[in-house]
């Protein structure tokens, strides 16, 4: 499989989405629980069944584009491809010292965004440090390592001793990017509502907020025509609230209600497919 990535990735970008564009539909034409669980989480959301069509084609985008996003050479990178709306809010944050949290959802491309960032502003405020809970699936550890190991990207276990290394970044004044609507563990996160249904909510970014103090800044990296892409930053309005006499489910709402509002502006990218109402996982 490794050899296969490989190979993909000297192909180029835009012909790797467009076969990408077919794929999405092929997996959606043959599997019902896919077309199910998409179809269901747009009818809950209230969105058009129109949304259907785009987000089709962009989930299989999404993952043509992944050989050429993992396993290119270290050495190209991803600046050329880039547009940039709102980075001066990044660097505002990071000039104030108050470290920053990317919240990022499952919107657009979120691996290329990761790497633009890292690449742009690592020179001059060091790492990225995002949390990394290597794969279950042995045949992609080589894959994911490889494009975790790319210059001005550190990564942070999943434990404990992941989360103090993230709050000595922040209190440090550097940054780290998080995906707010991934399911957590049991124990992670609680309930509070999302796209018309409660879904399982982490309680990791407001905590992270409350005790670091950091700016928590919307992004999302657009996909274009071509093989090029917009990567935008916003700052959460109003900032979540946080603090001792703040429930978690207020903290985890105002968040759900704010990447919300980003996915509803731009719903063709969204992956629908993604089980977010599933229920959590025992971690071990």
């Not at 970014?205 to 800044?217: H, I, S």
Request: glycine share 10%; hydrophobic share 45%.
């Amino acid at each position: 499989m490794s050899f296969l990535f490989r190979v993909l990735a000297r192909l180029p970008l835009r012909f790797m989405q467009a076969v990408g564009a077919v794929l999405g539909w092929l997996v959606w034409l043959l599997s019902p629980r896919y077309r199910r669980q998409m179809r269901d989480n747009l009818l809950a959301a209230g969105l058009p069944l129109s949304v259907e069509r785009e987000a089709i084609a962009s989930a299989g985008r999404m993952v043509a584009e992944l050989p050429w996003l993992w396993m290119r050479p270290h050495h190209q990178g991803v600046l050329e491809r880039m547009a940039w709306d709102g980075a001066e809010h990044f660097e505002a944050g990071m000039r104030a010292g108050r470290g920053v949290i990317i919240t990022s959802p499952h919107l657009g491309c979120w691996e290329m965004g990761a790497q633009a960032i890292a690449e742009r502003f690592g020179p001059q405020y060091g790492p990225l440090v995002a949390m990394f809970r290597p794969p279950r699936k042995s045949w992609l550890v080589p894959l994911v390592t490889h494009s975790r190991g790319r210059a001005w990207l550190d990564t942070a276990p999943t434990s404990m001793a992941g989360i103090r290394l993230l709050v000595r970044t922040l209190r440090a004044g550097g940054y780290t990017a998080l995906l707010p609507d991934q399911v957590p563990p049991d124990g992670q996160g609680v309930w509070a509502p999302w796209m018309g249904r409660d879904a399982y909510t982490m309680t990791l970014l407001p905590r992270l907020v409350q005790q670091t103090g950091a700016l928590v800044l919307l992004t999302w990296c657009e996909r274009g025509a071509n093989g090029r892409f917009t990567l935008h930053m916003s700052p959460i309005d109003p900032p979540l609230p946080t603090g001792p006499s703040v429930p978690l489910e207020a903290s985890a709402t105002a968040m759900n209600q704010a990447v919300e509002a980003m996915v509803r502006a731009h719903p063709g990218q969204y992956l629908w497919g993604y089980a977010r109402h599933k229920r959590p996982r025992q971690d071990d």
